[in-house]
């Protein structure tokens, strides 16, 4: 029906919303990406910066953790082997094996009837050469384990060879001069008994 000069409609009509367009921003490009403002920064500062934060304890948290949430360190990582488990008594007696080896290498070729003297040689002398070689094994041996933490068994399996090398020319030893009394042993056995008196 068409409206008439003066004529009222009893249904209110809405009223018409313009939309504005939207006025592109000064820092958009043209792909829609804002470029970030970063203050210019000397690596000096920068640096400084780091340290300080580094200083306040935070070098700690690992990221994505809650700084405010307290660790539980009862129970950290095991401790890594210590070099000095080996100690200088026991590098000592791992040089003697290099001189007891080459007695009985000597005593087989004939070259020389006893090989107990250059066995004692190397009992006199294992400590001299302990004492500097100790310094050498510690130094690098502290190295490798700085390199490789996780390899602390191995050195450890190594220092318990040493330790073991160390035994075998008493276990052999122990051995022989066994043999040698068991061989004594049989020897008076075997002698016919002489009566006191007895012609």
């Excluded at 066994?178 to 075997?190: C, D, E, F, I, P």
Aim: net charge positive.
């Amino acid at each position: 029906m068409a409206r008439t000069k003066g004529a009222k409609d009893s249904k209110p009509r809405k009223a018409a919303v313009k939309r504005a367009k939207p006025k592109p921003r000064p820092q958009e490009t043209a792909k829609g990406v804002v470029p970030i403002q970063r203050p210019d920064l000397p690596a000096d500062d920068f640096k400084a910066a780091i340290a300080e934060e580094l200083a306040q304890g935070n070098a700690g948290t690992e990221p994505g953790q809650d700084i405010s949430t307290p660790q539980d360190n009862s129970q950290g990582p095991a401790p890594a082997f210590d070099p000095k488990t080996l100690t200088l008594d026991g590098l000592a007696s791992a040089w003697q094996v290099p001189f007891w080896l080459l007695a009985w290498m000597l005593n087989v070729l004939r070259v020389i009837p006893d090989p107990e003297p250059v066995i004692a040689v190397g009992r006199r002398r294992a400590k001299d050469l302990a004492k500097p070689s100790y310094a050498i094994y510690e130094h690098y041996t502290r190295q490798y384990l700085g390199l490789n933490p996780e390899n602390a068994v191995h050195v450890a399996a190594g220092v318990t060879a040493l330790d073991a090398a160390g035994i075998i020319p008493e276990i052999v030893e122990a051995c022989i001069k066994s043999r040698r009394g068991a061989v004594k042993a049989a020897g008076t056995q075997g002698q016919p008994t002489q009566v006191p008196g007895a012609k």
